[in-house]
């Protein structure tokens, strides 16, 4: 396996013959856990941001390597979508159902894909394309997350 595939695939997770997402979702949440412990809604941000600007390059050099438009085994989109989602819920004290919500939220959003996250996912080529949907689904599920907790509806 070469560094594009390496990183664009977390490790190979990607590779798993089904639920690639979610599982890499699932794999995601105590790495979100425990730096939004160490640092707060700001470091997890902060390292979903710079997994979508690595992800970008990586999965877009992917692309051109498989000429696969968005592979299924590029699950570093879902990385930086659920540690986003989940930025938004880690305020102190870190609510363990919040945390719930924002990975059963990221997953609808990813999966359902409603407009705009259905919008980029036709319409943005490339390593750009591949990450935003995620991007733009672990935002809405964040705010949605977000409200459900403030609210205690949780």
Known sequence: ????????????????????????????????YFLAKWGGPELLAGAAMITLVIGTFSCEAYVRQTGKEDPSECVIDELAGQWLTCAFVASSP???????????????????????????????????????DDILAGVMAGILALALHHYQWL
């Open 1 to 32: 396996m070469n560094a594009t595939a390496l990183v664009s695939t977390v490790l190979g997770i990607g590779y798993f013959p089904k639920a690639q997402g979610t599982i890499m979702s699932a794999v995601a949440m105590p790495f979100a």
């Open 94 to 132: 870190l609510s363990l159902p919040a945390f719930a919500s924002a990975f059963i939220l990221f997953r609808i959003f990813d999966i359902w894909k409603p407009w705009p996250v259905s919008w980029a996912d036709n319409s943005l080529p490339g390593g750009f394309g591949v990450m935003m």
